[in-house]
Each structure stands twice: as C-alpha cells, then as structure tokens.
C-alpha cells in the first residue's frame, strides 16, 4: 500500500477559513527500486501515468536515491549539490520517467532503473478522484535547457485550465517566483503548492489532472494535493462551464 498522510493546511489560506481542506502528500516509500507504478495510490485517490517519447508504452518507475552504483549518478543522494532542499536530506525513492522496461523476472520491478535523458524526456500525468486545488512536489536533477522547456499543466475534466513553466520559478518578475530554489546537476527541490487560482486566471477554481511535461532527466517525489471544498467545487464549476460558453 502507497503511503499518504495528511499535512498542514497553510497552503489554503486564500480559501475562506469555513471551506479549509486539509492538503495530503503521497510519497513513495513503500515501493522498492525499478517498482512499476500501476495503482497503488488508489487509497489516496490518485492514479499516475507516464510517456515516454522514445519508449512506447513506458510506466512510471522507482528510483531509490539511497541505492549506489546505480545507471544515474544524478539522483543519488544525499548529499545534494543545489536547491533548497537540504544537502543532507534523504529523499528515499522518487519517481521517475524510465529509459527501459526491462523486467527479466516478470516481478514488475525494472532491472536497472534509469531516467530518460532525451530532450524530450516524456511526461508525468497525476490524475485524482475529486476536484483539488494546489499542487506541490519535491524535484531532483533539473537543470539548464531541462528546466527552460519543463512546463506543468493543469486539467479539470480534460480540458487545459492553464500552466507553469519551471523558469516562472527562477524569474523574479513572476509570481511563482521562489528565491530560494536553485536547479542544477543532482539538485533537490521543494516547489509549495501552486495554486489554480494563480495559474487558471479565472477560468477555473480546480482541477482533476495535471501532467508535467519534461523537458529532459528528473525526478519527483512528495507529491502535496489540496482538495477542493464541496462549495468551492460548485462554484469552481460553475464558473468554469460560463467561461467555456465566453469563449
């Protein structure tokens, strides 16, 4: 079973005191290293996909960062070189986008996890069982042109309600703009929870998809959702199918 656990609701100050939701996080440390991921965060609502450009039919895998010696280097930590992750935080696994599938045993474990490095790399798509809100993860080894072409989008019932570009984080002249992260070679992040309020401009107050479209090698791990409340889904919808009828 995927492990979940509810966490502070900080990040939904702009909703009114009355409609709080409290955010919950999925990691991924009861899986084990090169685990395909096919439904185990069932329990928290969440289903996860993944493309590959370069590999048809590719599912997310685990990567355990502790491990050593392994095909990417990159994610192995700590110690961590950049970010705003501390050097010495131990991530354990994270989720990856593999370059293979091979499975010699048939378990369901890869043999030799490893992250595709095209550019392109593919896409991570986290699906939810209700309306959320925010969105927030940890992220190891983007860098240069990774970063500059990696883009998050939000979806609410299949249709794109806006994005992020992970160069809105270094930008100062954005309002995802966080000084204190810092992307390079074996770097660890924490992005906080973005908001859809922020990110849909007012088509939309939540979503039920998003996928990340990676520019390159990266991964993901402590995977932060906020739930919508009940009335702001209603309204968030109805606001939504009037923008659509605008358009």
């Given at each position: ?51 590959n450009f370069q590999l048809p ?99 609410l019932f299949g249709e794109s ?87």
């Open positions: 079973m995927a492990c979940a656990r509810f966490v502070c609701a900080l990040a939904c100050a702009s909703l009114a005191p009355s409609v709080l939701a409290e955010p919950i996080e999925a990691t991924f440390e009861n899986l084990v290293h090169g685990e395909i991921v096919n439904g185990q965060f069932a329990d928290v609502g969440m289903s996860i996909e993944a493309v039919g590719a599912m997310p895998i685990a990567f355990d960062t502790q491990f050593i010696n392994t095909a990417d280097p990159d994610l192995q930590g700590p110690p961590w070189s950049h970010g705003n992750l501390a050097p010495n935080t131990i991530l354990g696994n994270v989720i990856i986008v593999p370059e293979n599938m091979v499975d010699a045993n048939n378990d369901g474990i890869v043999d030799d996890p490893d992250d595709e490095g095209a550019r392109p790399a593919g896409e991570l798509m986290f699906s939810f069982d209700q309306v959320m809100t925010g969105f927030g993860f940890d992220v190891l080894d983007i860098e240069g042109v990774t970063q500059e072409t990696t883009t998050i989008e939000f979806f309600v806006g994005s992020v570009a992970f160069t809105d984080f270094t930008d100062p002249q954005s309002v995802f703009y966080d000084e204190t992260i810092v992307f390079g070679n074996n770097s660890a992040n924490r992005v906080s929870p973005i908001m859809i309020g922020d990110v849909s401009e007012g088509l939309a107050d939540g979503y039920t998809s998003v996928t990340i479209h990676m520019g390159g090698s990266s991964a993901f791990d402590n995977i932060v959702t906020i739930p919508a409340p009940a009335s702001a889904v209603l309204l968030g919808l109805g606001g939504f199918a009037a923008a659509r009828r605008r358009r």
